[in-house]
Structure formats: structure tokens, C-alpha cells
């Protein structure tokens, strides 16, 4: 085995311990999502601050609210 090898497999390793430690905090209950789970676009740290626990973007929220006005009437 050369150490190429070794190094992409310790990589390789890393990458999923960091990817599993990532899924874990996103799925915690109360994680702040750092992206909008509607589009995908950055969420400002000023509203992840400023909403808790806030997992869309102002446009998708707003459009949620929308919807669910809608399915209220
Ligand atoms: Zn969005």
C-alpha cells in the first residue's frame, strides 16, 4: 500500500466523520439551518439570529405564510 493511499483513506475518513457530525446537528431539534430548507440559498446570519430556529429564507417564509392563510380561509 503506498502512502497516497493512506492519505486519501484518512481523508476519506475525516470527510465522513465531518459529514456525519454535520447530519447530526442538522437533524438536533432547535439547529439553526444555515440554508433555506425551501430553496437553498444562504440564510442570513442577521435573521438566524434575529428567528429562531428559522429553516427558510424571508421569500420562502413568506410565501408559507401565504399558503397557509390560504389553506386557513
Ligand atoms: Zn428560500
Known sequence: ???LDDAQ???LHLLD?????HHEQANKPG???MHCQE?????PKQRR???KNCSTCVEC?????IQQQHYRA
Open 31 to 33: 439547529a439553526a439551518f
Open 9 to 11: 483513506k484518512t481523508e
Open 39 to 43: 430553496c437553498g440559498i444562504d440564510i
Open 49 to 51: 439570529d434575529a428567528v
Open 61 to 65: 417564509q413568506s410565501l408559507i405564510e
Open 17 to 21: 466523520a465531518a459529514l456525519s457530525l
Open 1 to 3: 500500500m503506498s502512502k
